[in-house]
Structures are given as structure tokens and as C-alpha cells.
């Protein structure tokens, strides 16, 4: 079966530090994959999407890469700071399929 | 431009009772939405429609629950005779073109349902 999965429920590290999330999926084909800030209570904000013909997307602070080989894309935090916590969430919309397939989330806590 | 716009925030109901969820998507938006967010699991696809139409509803049970997205007004989700099970976050996501089209999704804050 379609499976995604994010590295750890929770994550802590400490400010100033770069923060790296992991996601893995199995049995896809995937369009292209995105990330997503989801903080208590709310609903989850865009951050950043990249295709499967693309290795690496910026933004400011952000790094995203995607190995359609390893099926994993890494989500890079640099400099991070407290405001950073939150849950971060990977969604894949499957080459063929309608919407996107989210993974249960990594909370990061980013300690002061 | 105002955001996603779900109401209401927070929805209490009674086992057996129905409960409808409404959504607005952004303006100049046509693609909707509907998620489920139970407590620590991630958020499961349940339908999506266009103005009119549902386009995919492979997500939704096949009894109890519907979704609409008429001409005029908001998106309904509509869930009949709610179960405790049904107890979750409800999020509807808007887009202005379908996901395939590599467009970022723009969510509300969500409905939490409690059955109770």
C-alpha cells in the first residue's frame, strides 16, 4: 500500500541550529512533493514545492531537496529560530490522482 | 482577499444529530477541498469538487457523509447521524486551478467537530 513517512513525531534542537526533516514514501509516482507549517489549532500554510525533475528549491531560509531514487526529500531549516515551531507536513500529489497525500508530521521544537 | 473561510469554528454535537460544514474558498478560486485531521495522524483526503461538480470522492465514506459546491454560496460538508468516530478536525483547501496543475493549496482553519 501508498505509505508516507516523516522521520520523527518530534523533534528538538537548539536555536541557531539547522533543522532537517525526512520524508520517505513507498509505491509512488509522485507529481511533484510539498511542505506545509501546520501550528496548533490552525491549518496548515504553504512553504515550498518542488517536482520530481527538480534536485533543490531555496527560500530564504528554507532548503528543500527530493531524490525520486532514495524516495525521500529532505526539509532544511537554517538558522533556526523559536518561531520555527511548529509541525511540518510532506504531501505528495500522485502522477494520475486528483489531490495530495500528506504524512503525519514532525513537531519541531526549537529551543531558545 | 480574504482567506479560506470555514464556519464554524468549533461544532458540538449529539450523537445521531447532523452536522454541516461550510466553506468558502478564496476569491477566484473554483477547485475545492475537504480534509480530516483526527489527533495525531496526518490529514486524509475525503473529496473534491468544482463549482458544481464533484470531481473525486474516493476519500469520503459511502454512507452518512456528502459534499456539495453549488453555483452560489459556500461548499457544505454534510455528515448525517454523527458517531463519536466522526469527532475531528474537518479542513477545507481552495486552489485556482485542480492540484495536478503544481499550485500550492491555500487551507482554512478548520471545523472541530466534538460528538458527543
Known amino acids: 500500500s501508498q505509505k508516507i513517512e516523516q522521520n520523527s513525531e518530534a523533534l528538538n534542537i537548539q536555536e541557531g541550529k539547522t533543522a532537517t526533516l525526512t520524508c520517505n514514501y513507498t509505491?509512488?509516482?509522485?507529481?511533484?512533493l510539498q511542505w506545509y507549517r501546520q501550528d496548533p489549532g490552525r491549518g496548515p500554510v504553504f512553504l515550498l514545492l518542488?517536482?520530481?525533475?527538480?534536485k533543490e528549491k531555496r527560500k530564504e531560509r528554507l532548503k528543500v531537496t527530493f531524490d525520486t531514487t532514495l524516495k525521500q526529500s529532505l526539509f532544511h531549516i537554517t538558522a533556526s529560530q523559536p518561531a520555527d515551531s511548529a509541525t511540518y507536513l510532506c504531501a505528495l500529489l500522485r502522477t494520475g490522482a486528483n489531490n495530495l497525500f500528506f504524512g503525519t508530521g514532525t513537531r519541531l521544537t526549537v529551543i531558545p | 482577499n480574504a482567506g479560506v473561510m470555514q464556519n464554524p469554528r468549533h461544532l458540538v454535537r449529539r450523537r445521531g444529530q447532523e452536522a454541516r460544514l461550510r466553506c468558502s474558498p478564496m476569491?477566484?478560486?473554483?477547485?475545492v477541498y475537504w480534509y480530516r485531521q483526527l489527533p495525531e495522524e496526518g490529514l486524509k483526503f475525503m473529496v473534491y469538487l468544482q463549482k458544481e461538480n464533484i470531481i473525486d470522492e474516493s476519500g469520503m465514506p459511502k454512507e452518512r457523509f456528502s459534499a456539495e459546491f453549488p453555483k452560489e454560496g459556500p461548499s457544505i460538508l454534510r455528515i448525517q447521524q454523527v458517531v463519536r468516530g466522526d469527532s475531528a478536525a474537518y479542513f477545507c483547501?481552495?486552489?485556482?486551478?485542480?492540484?495536478?496543475?503544481?499550485?500550492?493549496?491555500?487551507f482554512g482553519q478548520g471545523t472541530r467537530l466534538t460528538v458527543v
Open positions: 509505491n509512488y509516482s509522485p507529481a511533484y
Open positions: 483547501a481552495s486552489s485556482p486551478l485542480s492540484d495536478r496543475q503544481n499550485t500550492e493549496a491555500f
Open positions: 518542488i517536482r520530481e525533475n527538480e
Open positions: 476569491k477566484g478560486h473554483s477547485h
